[in-house]
């Protein structure tokens, strides 16, 4: 079973930087995408970013710039980092991992991020 563990989050003003760090119980495979989604209050999930375990990366609408996601291949984890932070990006945050190999889909428990104005 794979778990995934977040750490980060919390109350920053509007223009504060965040860091966000999701692990995994396991190695990651060579096919697996590892991201970060969000999902505000009435509003459907989003993916913020995802990386590739070669580096790949791709972002939601609008976030490039301003968030950056890595990896750690060796410690089996990745991070968001936030910066610029604005109101509008306050949401519950959840780390995920696709599995293609075993066509798995693994979410975090999610954390709160709060921008404040």
């Known amino acids: 079973q794979v778990q995934l563990v977040e750490s980060g989050g919390g109350l920053v003003q509007a223009g504060g930087s965040l860091r966000l760090s999701c692990a995994t119980s396991?190695?990651?495979?060579?096919?697996?995408?590892m991201g970060w989604y969000r999902q505000a209050p009435g509003k459907q999930r989003e993916l913020v970013a995802s990386i590739t375990k070669n580096g790949g990366t791709f972002y939601g609408d609008s976030l490039k710039g301003r968030f950056a996601i890595s990896g750690d291949n060796a410690k089996n984890t990745w991070s968001l980092q936030m910066n610029s932070l604005k109101p509008e990006d306050t949401a519950v945050y959840y780390c995920?991992?696709?599995?293609?190999?075993?066509?798995?889909?693994?979410w975090g428990q999610g954390t709160q991020v709060t921008v404040s104005s």
């Open positions: 396991g190695s990651i495979f060579s096919s697996d995408v």
């Open positions: 995920n991992l696709r599995r293609p190999q075993w066509s798995g889909v693994y």
